[in-house]
């Protein structure tokens, strides 16, 4: 167990709806990062935050937007989805930045 | 920009027959190295690093060993076991913010 929790663990949703994919970060990590996995794109880096800041910004589409509120935890929001936005989202945490992150069981999105 | 190049897989090996896995990496400035492993249907997991130029990282039998003159970090195991069959990925940490860049993942698939 990393200790990053990531809900919900699936997700099954029809194209055009919003979601919203949350995470909490092991105790003490300020760094929080969202992945995309999917079969054929690898696993991409979408964004980044530390302390509630947004600090490196990835391959996101405008369609999808995410934050990190004060208790840390962090939210991805993605919206008038698409067949193609289906995959395995991670969320990864870290206690500073510059040290290697751990990653949560992540949450299998489909859309329908 | 930052990038990991990693041996396309799948591999697929006998159990105890040794173990290479390719990467190599483009960066600027001093990277940080990681292998992770991901196990089917789970989220991926720290397996070892190395935060300088000739360390070695090391863990369950797997080891890697910083190479800057030939900008590597190939992941090795002299005997491996069925249980190893997974998703093996070489990354790096660079910059003033943290952003880890993965390799596209190495299927490695392990027969008795």
């Known amino acids: 167990d990393s200790g990053v929790t990531q809900t919900p663990k699936h997700l099954i949703t029809a194209t055009g709806q919003r979601v919203t994919l949350r995470c909490s970060p092991r105790?003490?990590?300020?760094?929080v990062y969202w992945y995309q996995q999917s079969l054929d794109q690898g696993l991409q880096f979408l964004i980044q935050?530390?302390?509630?800041?947004?600090?490196a910004k990835g391959n996101i589409l405008e369609r999808f937007s995410a934050q990190q509120f004060p208790d840390l935890h962090s939210e991805l929001n993605l919206s008038s989805l698409e067949l193609g936005d289906s995959a395995l989202y991670f969320c990864?945490?870290?206690?500073?930045?510059?040290?290697?992150?751990?990653f949560g069981q992540g949450t299998r999105l489909t859309v329908v | 920009g930052d990038s990991v190049t990693q041996m396309e897989g799948p591999v697929t090996l006998s159990e105890e027959a040794f173990l290479t896995i390719n990467c190599t990496y483009t960066a600027t400035g001093y990277p940080s190295l990681f292998w992770y492993v991901q196990y089917p249907g789970e989220g991926l997991q720290l397996l070892l690093k190395?935060?300088?130029?000739?360390d070695k990282g090391s863990n369950k039998g797997f080891e890697a060993t910083y190479r800057k003159e030939t900008t590597s970090f190939h992941l090795e195991k002299g005997s491996v076991q069925v249980s190893d069959s997974a998703v093996y990925f070489c990354a790096l940490l660079s910059g003033g913010y943290q952003k880890v860049t993965f390799g596209i993942g190495t299927k490695l698939q392990v027969i008795p």
């Open positions: 990864a945490s870290s206690v500073r930045e510059r040290t290697e992150a751990f």
């Open positions: 935050y530390y302390n509630g800041e947004e600090r």
């Open positions: 190395a935060t300088k130029a000739d």
């Open positions: 105790s003490g990590d300020l760094s």
